[in-house]
């Protein structure tokens, strides 16, 4: 008996060690000593009764006799072949001097690798030369808000130490982090 039938059940069997006890013909000794699982066995021996009785039912309904006896002939008919090897159809070939006149025969797979290859040079060769032949536009010079050219220093600058005209106000309002920190002691 397993220690789970044991602690959970006090002792008694589950419904699947039961099941396992009436398909598999294996009577635990426990069934014999306990009134209780020896009645469930015997109800769960009724029930897979009556289970096996409803399937054999609705396959007899559902499997006629004509239907049985078409599939019976059909897989006769299988293994009466088996025997026989199978029937090859030859097609017609090209002779010899058609393939000698028009020379070598190129496999249909290579055409088909020959046209992929000519595909990707064709597309990496269009996309170099129109790389290749598009003129150097110069880096347009930034201006401020105000439409004045900006001086390139500025953006090389580190961010602590560049200012921008239309954010003073907010810089004056708002701490850098370095002077927050400061006046917090830290």
């Known amino acids: 008996m397993r220690l789970i039938d044991f602690v959970v059940r006090q002792g008694h069997l589950s419904e699947q060690a039961l099941i396992e006890a009436v398909a598999g013909g294996e009577r635990p000794a426990h069934i014999d000593r306990c009134d209780i699982c020896a009645e469930r066995a015997v ?3 009724r029930w897979m009764d009556e289970v096996q009785r409803e399937g054999a ?3 007899d309904a559902v499997f006629t006799p004509e239907r049985l006896a078409a599939q019976q002939s059909q897989i006769l008919r299988r293994l ?4 026989n090897p199978g029937r090859v159809i030859a097609f017609p070939a090209a002779s010899r001097s058609e393939r000698a006149a028009g020379g070598r025969r190129v496999s249909a797979s290579w055409v088909g690798v020959a046209a992929a290859a000519g595909l990707v040079i064709g597309i990496v060769g269009g996309q170099m030369s129109a790389r290749l032949n598009q003129p150097v536009v110069p880096v347009p010079q930034t201006a ?3 439409g004045a050219p900006v001086d390139s220093q500025f953006l090389d600058q580190s961010y602590d130490q560049s200012t921008i005209s239309a954010f003073e106000a907010v810089d004056e309002m708002t701490p850098r982090l370095i002077q927050a920190s400061n006046r917090n002691g830290g």
């Open 43 to 45: 109800a769960i021996g």
């Open 144 to 146: 401020d808000a105000q």
């Open 80 to 83: 009466e072949q088996i025997d």
């Open 57 to 59: 039912e609705a396959a």
